[in-house]
């Protein structure tokens, strides 16, 4: 599956079957790709599979693409992670959430923290929510994976906290002498990454109490967009799938 556009589409593949392309999608390989009939394209459904395809309509309002073959998708980490992420404006929560998609993310929670600014409610909320399952969707069509992770509903710290049950949890505690020292490769991972003015005391010792342990990036003071990017690159280096053992495939 190495030709064409890569585009998600959350539908059943069928060999032989026709699958419509979404507005944004459609209206991408129509008039911005300016593909035709006949150009091939490759589909992925975002819970695990891929699909090769050809376009068999590509009009200005509807674009239709014919499934060819189907196979599972591949790209997904071995080591599932959950992270906690302090909700942050615009830009750089977009970016927190792209890059934890392209380095293997599970699942995403945007969280309401002490020193956070930015508080959600209703609407707003839902249409922010919206929108950063599509960043990581596309995220997904950019990095090859084929499993969209889920961008969970905004929540208090306090509530996430009392939702863990993964065997390693990390909070990101800068000043700290925090490291990885853990030996055996855990089943799961919960991160936790706080605003740009960071946790506040109260909020670090809840994660302490609820089995959290600090973990230091370094004698710098990250942005809290840069904070997942790191953390996840030493998770995933250390017990996931960035240890350079893996031959790398091309698309």
Partial sequence: MSTGPRIHVA????????????????????????????????????????????????GRKKVVARI??????RGESPLPVHLGQAISKGDRMDYAVQKAVELGVAAITPLYTE??????????????????????????????????PTVHPPLPLAEWLG???????????????????????????????????GLSTSEIEAAMASDFSPLSL??????????????LSLLQYRFGDLDGSLPHEAD
């Fill in 68 to 73: 060819e073959a189907v196979a599972p998708g």
């Fill in 163 to 197: 939702q863990r049950s993964e065997p390693l949890r990390l909070v990101l505690h800068p000043g700290t002498a925090g490291a990885l020292v853990r030996n055996d490769t855990p089943a799961s991972v919960a991160l936790l990454i706080g605003p740009e003015g």
């Fill in 11 to 58: 539908a059943d593949f069928i060999v032989g079957g026709d699958v419509v392309l979404p507005e944004g999608p459609a209206r991408h390989v129509a008039r911005v790709l300016r593909l035709g009939e006949g150009a091939p394209v490759r589909l992925f459904d975002g819970a695990g599979l891929e699909a090769r395809a050809v376009l068999v309509e590509a």
């Fill in 218 to 231: 370094g004698p710098r003071i990250l942005r809290t967009e840069t904070a997942p990017v790191v953390a």
């Fill in 115 to 148: 020193h956070g600014d930015v508080r959600l409610k209703g609407e707003r909320e839902a249409k922010k929510l919206d929108h950063w399952q599509a960043v990581a969707a596309s995220a997904c069509e950019q990095c090859g994976r084929a499993v969209v």
